[in-house]
């Protein structure tokens, strides 16, 4: 009989489906639903309770760090080019060392998050190694797989260089998603899809971004958002106290505005300087390595406290700054007050990077830690991008949808929102700021008629 650790929702029917697959099978598991039905908590809390011996991974350094992970290209040492080639995987795993092929061949599971930005051509690449290592001609060598994250929300990224050979390797794909990956097919995971909402109570609003998710906006819920375009939104977002948190598709527009915003503050800038320890990529990091505020500054941050204090996404202004380094005898800090009226101590936070290693003594899989970054969890928050604000919850949003262009960009935006009226359209909403890709509705249907 399967005893259910107290940090589980025991009354969450999915919750309990998956943990019971997980624990007692060894079926792989696509883990899936609507953004705010709980999918990072689960995930938390079963690397906490599992004695099965894993390792998590994810497909970019930053998404790695939030889990405590490893990214997939630095765990299989993967070049970042197109993965089409087997003879080019074949001479990677030749070159692992005798350590790397144990911690291999004594994995029981991967979990691996973000699963809707991984390239199908990788996890192809993974089945290939998997199986080579493990001398066994089954999917992915017999290792259990937990796959998490929603395929409606942002999809995997190819470049115009690598387009032409990923079509010649996939030619009936339009994103080259992780499920039309070749083994994907072969490896036939049981698929669960967690339907009770925890971040909106709001039902009309839930069914909104569910239609939206979906792909079939009625009219009713174009005619529901866009009662929330408001034509003053410049106008309202300064005079406002609530610290709406304005989302721009591309990075310069929200580049533009922060600078803006920061400017008219008539106070010191305050420098703070983290701390880099190995070799994390810039391009990884959450916060910038070093950075100025200002009092008075809009602000987000961007870790979970341990205690509760805040969560990734909470946002609030800053009322004292004692800046200088990570390290330093006086501590850096920031005094940032919450639209609630409360009054939070951030102190610097710390992101580790890992490698795994199987212990034979122990006969498990231990973390090794390759890297760490120590610096203060905030960033300028009048405005971030639809990618950044991906599995942040705000209470106040504005939109500008003017300029969205990938599958998935408008509901990740729209579902940031705890609420409807805390919703700001800049402009009316058009059928195509709302695009989600045939082929992920495809898999979709084909997933809702197998649970």
């Known amino acids: 009989m399967l005893v259910v650790p107290e940090a589980f929702d025991q009354n969450n029917a999915e919750q309990m489906s998956a943990l019971q697959c997980l624990e007692q099978t060894s079926m792989s598991l696509f883990l899936t639903g609507s953004a705010g039905t709980g999918k990072s908590y689960f995930l938390k809390n079963y690397c906490e309770v599992t004695r099965k011996k894993f390792v998590k991974l994810a497909p970019t350094g930053l998404a790695a760090l939030n889990i405590h992970g490893q990214t997939i290209h630095s765990f299989f040492r993967l070049p970042l080019a197109p993965l089409t080639d087997p003879n080019h995987t074949s001479a990677i795993t030749r070159r692992y060392r005798k350590d790397k092929r144990e911690l291999i061949r004594q994995l029981d599971l991967i979990i691996i998050d973000e699963i809707s930005m991984v390239r199908c051509d990788l996890l192809d690449a993974m089945d290939r190694i998997l199986r080579s290592v493990r001398h066994s001609k089954v999917p992915f060598g017999g290792v259990q797989l937990l796959m998490v994250g929603d395929p409606f929300q942002l999809p995997p990224v190819t470049t115009t260089a690598d387009q032409e050979e990923m079509q010649r390797a996939y030619p009936e794909s339009d994103g080259f998603y992780f499920f039309e990956a070749h083994?994907?097919?072969?490896?036939?995971?049981?698929?669960?899809?967690?339907?009770?909402?925890?971040?909106?109570?709001?039902?009309?609003?839930?069914?909104?971004?569910?239609?939206?998710?979906?792909?079939?906006?009625?009219?009713?819920?174009?005619?529901?958002?866009?009662?929330?375009?408001?034509?003053?939104?410049?106008?309202?977002?300064?005079?406002?106290?609530?610290?709406?948190?304005?989302?721009?598709?591309?990075?310069?527009?929200?580049?533009?505005?922060?600078?803006?915003?920061?400017?008219?503050?008539?106070?010191?800038?305050?420098?703070?300087?983290?701390?880099?320890?190995?070799?994390?990529?810039?391009?990884?990091?959450?916060?910038?390595?070093?950075?100025?505020?200002?009092?008075?500054?809009?602000?987000?941050?961007?870790?979970?406290?341990?205690?509760?204090?805040?969560?990734?996404?909470?946002?609030?202004?800053?009322?004292?700054?004692?800046?200088?380094?990570?390290?330093?005898?006086?501590?850096?800090?920031?005094?940032?007050?919450?639209?609630?009226?409360?009054?939070?101590?951030?102190?610097?936070?710390?992101?580790?990077?890992?490698?795994?290693?199987?212990?034979?003594?122990?006969?498990?899989?231990?973390?090794?830690?390759?890297?760490?970054?120590?610096?203060?969890?905030?960033?300028?928050?009048?405005?971030?991008?639809?990618?950044?604000?991906?599995?942040?919850?705000?209470?106040?949003?504005?939109?500008?949808?003017?300029?969205?262009?990938?599958?998935?960009?408008?509901?990740?935006?729209?579902?940031?929102?705890?609420?409807?009226?805390?919703?700001?359209?800049?402009?009316?909403?058009?059928?195509?700021?709302?695009?989600?890709?045939?082929?992920?509705?495809?898999?979709?249907?084909?997933?809702?008629?197998?649970?």
């Open 183 to 451: 083994s994907y097919a072969a490896l036939a995971p049981i698929s669960i899809v967690l339907r009770r909402m925890y971040r909106q109570s709001d039902q009309h609003f839930v069914s909104a971004l569910e239609e939206i998710r979906l792909g079939r906006v009625s009219e009713d819920t174009v005619a529901l958002l866009n009662s929330r375009v408001s034509p003053q939104w410049q106008k309202e977002l300064l005079q406002s106290d609530q610290h709406a948190v304005l989302l721009f598709s591309h990075r310069a527009n929200v580049e533009a505005y922060n600078l803006s915003r920061c400017a008219q503050l008539d106070a010191k800038e305050v420098t703070f300087r983290g701390k880099l320890k190995g070799k994390i990529p810039a391009s990884a990091l959450p916060v910038p390595e070093e950075f100025s505020l200002k009092v008075g500054t809009q602000v987000m941050l961007v870790s979970n406290h341990p205690d509760g204090a805040w969560v990734n996404g909470t946002t609030g202004v800053i009322t004292k700054l004692v800046g200088g380094s990570v390290g330093d005898i006086t501590e850096p800090y920031a005094k940032v007050k919450t639209p609630e009226g409360e009054t939070i101590i951030v102190t610097p936070h710390t992101w580790s990077q890992v490698d795994y290693d199987y212990d034979e003594k122990k006969g498990e899989i231990v973390e090794r830690q390759t890297g760490s970054y120590t610096q203060l969890p905030l960033i300028v928050a009048y405005s971030i991008t639809v990618h950044k604000a991906q599995g942040q919850t705000c209470d106040q949003i504005v939109v500008d949808p003017s300029r969205f262009f990938a599958p998935g960009q408008g509901y990740v935006a729209l579902s940031r929102c705890r609420t409807l009226e805390g919703l700001t359209l800049t402009q009316p909403l058009k059928p195509h700021n709302l695009r989600t890709a045939p082929s992920v509705l495809q898999f979709y249907r084909k997933i809702l008629s197998h649970v």
